[in-house]
């Protein structure tokens, strides 16, 4: 019987991808993990948007079991303005951390809480 190869932690998708422009100005931010994070030590962890270096409020949760992770902007994202993705210190299960990662998107005139009036 041959040993189960672990596979590398880390982030296997960002959305909105690396340099996309014209997203929704409320949009979340989606981060899909190859394992599970380990929430009891979620808190030690960086997931931010930044705009023009200062980051956004916001809120972070976690889905499918720790899988996916949700950035829900505290306020509308300002139009046209570089944003950032910056995540870091995340840890699976296993305790092992997943390299950084860094992300850049850049809203558009609109939000999706506007198109539903």
Do not use: C, K, Y
Not at 47 to 69: C, F, I, K, M, Q
Request: cysteine-free; hydrophobic content about 40%.
């Amino acid at each position: 019987m041959r040993a189960r190869t672990l596979r590398p932690f880390q982030v296997e998708r960002v959305e909105p991808p690396d340099g996309a422009t014209g997203t929704l100005r409320d949009d979340p931010v989606l981060l899909r993990l190859s394992e599970p994070i380990d929430v009891d030590r979620f808190a030690e962890a960086t997931v931010e948007v930044r705009e023009a270096e200062n980051p956004v409020p916001s809120r972070v949760e976690t889905l499918d079991g720790g899988r996916v992770l949700v950035w829900w902007p505290g306020r509308l994202l300002r139009p046209g303005h570089e944003h950032q993705i910056v995540v870091r210190g995340l840890r699976d299960r296993l305790g092992r951390e997943a390299p950084a990662v860094a992300s850049r998107f850049t809203p558009g005139p609109v939000a999706a809480v506007e198109l539903r009036s």
